[in-house]
């Protein structure tokens, strides 16, 4: 609309005046066009509508204070005459126009025909007949009625018959049908509030029966509406009634479940076959009892299954009983979803209605829009016992997939409802496979079912099925640490070589599987098994799906050996913290085992005291605090003994600490305290990679002079130490090394060489640090722990064991030389080492024998 101010509302009204156009007058006057403007010839638009005989406007605009003035002229008397017949017309129905004109007789007679009149009553500008009034006794006299008229008003609404009756019988007072704001009158608010014995007296006082208050609202539908059966009763008995708004009652009357009303409507002469949509909206609502009533109708079929289908959709299990007792029902309709009445009743958890639908012949392997059939809905929605009566129906098919390739199991699966192996039983296809090419087995490997996974594998699951990502049900099994899974797949056949794909993977899977063992022996206090796994060369910061390590396993299990047995472990991270941010010691201190308490925060003091001195002693230092620690070891009391690779609460051994701070001697005493030179810290550096990062030239000298250093060693970023060096002396030192063949090749690939020194020296050939491409869920602190490098030959003790055996252990030298190397000895292991040549021995996974041979990690 454009704005006003570009427009003369003025000239549009005397133009809609002259056409006879009503509404646009109606309109102009609302938007505040002056009634009595004139245009170029003096005439306005009263005069006008005169004029071109349109006397509906001219009353329209006399009810809004149009003066009517015309010329006293032969040629303007005609127009005159007409005006003078239309106010005398408009004097008798308006009493806007009486009060205005101040004629009080009018006004007096006007109040008297009571249909026809509104103290309230507004024009179009919004005013009453008392704002046009001029005359004083006209103002008191319509003053009076308006009082009067909002008090009968006011009663009918409180429902206060006593004062209804008073208004009614003071002559010349209220107004039987006067009207509030909202065009309401005193019938609609007693029935609309319930008031029987009001609307009984008004309507014998004469109430229109038909007023219309806003959005022509009648009292029956208001009556109708609210659910007030005594009322409507009442107001269908009146004669004037119109029986054109019955079907309107009754719609409301459906619609909020007023039973009672639809009972009393239809009882008149409604039309029955034009019921559906009240029931519709009754099925829709869950409104029980009006659908039975309505149920005697004859609905078109289609509206019936639009009824059906709404209440199965909301909930309303007894509107769908009820609709289901007739015969109309096809239960083969489907909705614009393309569910049936059997997909509702499953995904809403309708026990008694799938089984009634059963009975009438439903298709229990309907598939919807999505491809989903009744028992998908069911075990999707958690409805159990539905699914239990729809998997004893006759011709299930549980193995239908929806459009992702998900079928009923997979839910039932993922969910652990008990009805699992029920499922199994029926299952057509133990291999159909989802868009993402998972098997039922691969889902149930990952999560550890493991009763699942021998069901299915009786049933002929294809134990090495990849899907879309080259993943066996085994590789999914080992990355989820799922141990018990993994033995029943690999006792089944299950190639660790097509773990992923085309990639051979034996030597990693066989890593997982150790690792994962190691976590389940912790956890399960297994000291034997600890010790075999961590000398075969599991990683003893493996991490659980939950961040756990042994340690955490061990520790808040009480198990104390075991706890004590890894803490001496090289490598070994006593800081290391679970998903939920616990170290082993919170564990144990929240679990109260005070032994496990001790030892780790013995532990912890060990190794800062060790860090401490590392960084703020000297080399003499570090000897004799390394002596103290392995004495009170010796003495049987809580210690890391002589365990120099024990991670510090910063990620780095002491080892690492003194090479950072370029501390030589003290480098000297601790490589001869340790087994393993080429320990990694958190960024997978060796003591090797920092000294020539850092250009210790003199560090780097005694690193490479140290048994079993990997001058070729690789970080996490893959860099070797010459890599990391800018300085031309010690790349020229690292490059020597690798020429005269100075340093052992240690092997990454779980595949290298072993060579042995004819000299006074025996040196095994050791594995790589880590075991690679471990897709577990970890977070090594030390991702390079070399296994190989555990234990030792009984012909070669370590130069730190010769030493220390000179000085405090004279009288145990025996002992020592019956058991092997020193760490074996000290850890008290009636096992025997392996020997470097069966180290060598590609990595082989047995089956477990029938005989209850050894276990195949």
Known sequence: MSDLNDRDIDAELLEAAKKGDINEVRRLISEGADVNAYDGSQDNSLYWAVKNDHSYIAKVLLDNGATFIAYESSRERHVLSKYEKVEAEHCKVSLHLAARLGDLKAVKDLLKKEAHTNVNAQNDKGQTPFDLAVDEEIKDLLQSVKEANDKLLEAAKSGNIGDIENLLNEEGKAQVNATDQYGATPLHLAAENGHTDIVNALLNEGADVNAKAVIDITPLLFAAQNGHEGVVKV??????????????ALYFAAKDGHEGVVKALLTTEI?????SKELVLAAQNGHEGVVKVLLTAE?????YFRALFLAAQNGHEGVVKVLLTTEKVDVAAKDDRGKTLLHWAAEKGYTDIVNTLLGKGADVNAKDNYGETPIYLALQYGHVDVAKVLSEAKGININIADKNGKIPLDWAIDNKYDIVQSLLSKLADVNLADEGGRTLLHWAAERGYVEIVNTLLGKGANVNAKNDKRETPLYLAVESVRVDVVKALIKEGADVNKARGFTNLNDETYALLKNAALLEAAKNDDVDEVTRLISSGANVNVQDKDGRTPLHLAAANGHTKIVSALIKREGINVYAEDNKNNAPLDLARQNDYKEVVKVLEQAQKDIEALCSVVKNGNAQEVETLLQELLKRLLDDLPSIGANVNIVGEDGKTPLHLAVLLNKTEMVKILIDYSKNVNIVDEDGKTPLHLAAANDHKEVVEVLLKAEGINVNAVDEDGKTPLDLTTNEEIKTLLQ??????????????SKGDQEEDAGTQQKEKQEDNAQPGSDITEQEADKTVNSGSETQTEEQPSSFFGSLFSILMKPFSLIASFFGGFFSWLFGSDEPMQSSSESEQPVVLE???????NDII
């Open 847 to 853: 089956l477990p024998s029938d005989s209850g041979g």
């Open 235 to 248: 107001l269908l008995t009146a004669k004037e009634i119109d029986v054109n708004t019955y079907p309107q």
């Open 299 to 303: 609905i078109d079929v289609n509206e």
């Open 736 to 749: 020597n090394a690798e020429k005269t063949d100075l340093v052992d090749e240690s092997s990454t690939d």
């Open 271 to 275: 039309d029955v076959k034009t019921l």
